[in-house]
């Protein structure tokens, strides 16, 4: 599924009129219709619904919504931040034919008309945002701010029609006050913005409804967003025949004294992600711990320098059994000082199989990141935020204020599959193309949780995906196994770890439509 910016979609709404001759008026009608179902499938009985439209188009889907909502049996109470006549366009047509039937418009033009607009809402079941649309590029300020301040502090419950007004569709950013939605049922392609915080965080429940915007009109877009339906179609398949060595070897290169659990979290997921074989090579002090906490995971000791180091001689070990191997991954708990460094350039430049590299072997890389462009194949590299700002040498809120675009210009600088993580985990390839994943909660944020992550995508590449791929299908379902995990704190790592099982299950029926609707697709199972 394509992920628009404010000016690629109305790009796409523009060529929809101008070239392929769908009326704007009609897809108005549309995308007014689909907020309508979607607010049926929700409120089987006809309920109280204010709605609140301002000026341009997103006013304009308000009026249809508002219209629809009343011939549904609804009790609708209609606020207009625009005085009556100053509608212009599609939306003055829905604003003509309200007033021809008759609909009672309350103008919302001056501080003292907000004493009867807070009744208002303190009467309603639902209200509908149609205040600012996708355009909203500066501050909310005077009215407008006192109109969304209102909303937020009622107890009503918020569908924002596209995007909640002052939010910005490209960035997330909050422009001075935004609307703080339960849902949000957006129209064509989810809006960048609903995808970065903090606008994720104020989206709610996000619905994609579709509009009528032809497919050839957006395909070439480079942002994507991860959908189950997609990673369903990467899962293979498991025949009758299947034997542990023909779904795939796992070799795993991690751990030091206090950071075994590292390792041992990260094989133990890559068995767990559907992997045959997992070997987990350590340092050969560290593997008597190791054996007795796992039975499933065949161990390799490799020589050490001092207890818990790696010997770069371990080289001809690792290379030794990674050819019977179909991954490589190395990092977790791994100690970060120079032998590791040089054992590590040595793997990168070697290696005749995918490798995914995390944690210690990040921060051994450090700033000779340029080293994975003499990979043999495109290197998948896992960083949170921390490691990513050490790794470019700025600050982690840096980093987050502009996740997409630091990792656009590293992974073409490294030549490499950058996995940044972090709530809606970003994955950047060196084409120039961005995967934003839709799943994870809260839940995620423990200590070890990154560890089986990057298990799980080794496991998906030892099965037979290409790194791409199983960086975005890993993501996916690491997040979809904290979702499944009750919210509030008492969790562990293990916990999301126990919940992989159940999320593969939950994958397999899971319908992204709502109540059946074809037209109308939640972007998050859970």
């Known amino acids: 599924m394509k992920i628009l910016g404010s000016k690629a979609m109305k790009e796409a709404d523009r060529r929809t009129v101008e070239e392929f001759g769908m009326p704007g008026a009609v897809l108005m009608e549309i995308a007014g219709l689909r907020v309508v179902e979607y607010i ?15 000026p341009g188009n997103n006013g304009g889907d308000g009026l249809v919504v508002a219209r629809l909502l009343e011939r549904a049996g609804f009790s609708v109470s209609l606020w207009s931040t625009v005085k009556p006549g100053a509608y212009r366009g599609d939306a003055a047509i829905n604003e003509k034919y309200l007033v021809k039937t008759k609909c009672h418009f309350n103008v919302l033009s001056e501080k003292g008309d907000l004493g009867l607009f807070r009744e208002a809402l303190g009467c309603a079941d639902l209200l509908v945002d149609a205040l600012l649309g996708i355009g909203a590029d500066r501050a909310v300020e005077g009215l407008m701010a006192e109109i969304i301040g209102l909303v937020n502090s009622s107890t009503v419950p918020v569908l924002a029609v596209d995007i909640p007004s002052g939010i910005n569709a490209d960035s997330g950013a909050v422009l001075g006050c935004a609307v703080k939605a339960n849902w949000t049922v957006t129209f064509a392609c989810p809006k960048t913005g609903l995808l970065l915080h903090p606008g994720a965080h104020l989206a709610g429940e996000i619905v994609v409804a579709e509009i009528n915007i032809p497919e050839s009109l957006i395909e070439k877009e480079p942002f994507d967003l991860i959908t189950a339906a997609f990673v369903k179609k990467q899962l293979p398949d498991r025949p009758f025949d299947v034997h542990k060595g023909s779904v795939g070897r796992v070799l795993l ?6 950071m075994s659990g590292a390792a041992l979290l990260a094989a133990e997921s890559a068995l767990q992600g559907g992997a045959g074989l997992v070997y987990l090579a350590a340092p050969q002090s560290v593997c008597p711990a190791l054996e007795a906490k796992t039975v499933e995971v065949v161990t390799i000791a490799l020589p050490e320098i001092v207890p818990g180091v790696i010997d770069p001689v371990a080289v001809e070990i690792i290379m030794d059994k990674v050819r019977s191997c179909d991954v490589l991954a190395v990092g977790p708990g791994l100690d970060t000082g120079a032998h590791t460094s040089a054992l590590l350039y040595k793997l990168v430049q070697l290696c005749p199989v995918p490798m995914v590299l995390d944690a210690g072997a990040l921060e051994a890389l450090d700033q000779k990141m340029n080293m994975l462009r003499s990979a043999r194949h495109l290197p998948v590299i896992t960083p949170h935020p921390g490691e990513m700002a050490r790794l470019v040498g700025t600050s982690a809120g840096q980093v987050q204020s502009s996740r997409i675009e630091v990792a656009l210009k590293n992974t073409s600088l490294w030549n490499c599959i950058i996995m940044l993580k972090g709530p809606n985990t970003i994955i950047a390839t060196p084409d120039g193309r961005v995967s934003i994943n839709p799943t994870g909660s809260p839940s995620l944020a423990t200590a070890g949780s990154g560890d089986l992550l990057t298990g799980l995508v080794s496991s998906f590449i030892a099965q037979g995906m290409a790194p791409g791929n199983a960086a ?9 196994a904290g979702d499944l995990i009750p919210p509030g704190r008492g969790h562990m790592a293990r ?32």
């Open 40 to 54: 049926l499938a929700h409120y089987l009985q006809p309920a109280r619904v204010v709605v609140l439209v301002g």
């Open 253 to 258: 290169v991690a751990g030091s004294p206090g």
């Open 472 to 480: 975005k299908a890993g993501a996916f379902m690491h997040g979809l």
């Open 495 to 526: 916990d999301i770890l126990a919940c992989y099982k159940e999320a593969f299950q939950y994958l397999e029926t899971y319908d992204q439509t709502v109540a059946g609707n074809p037209y109308l697709t939640r972007i998050k199972p859970i």
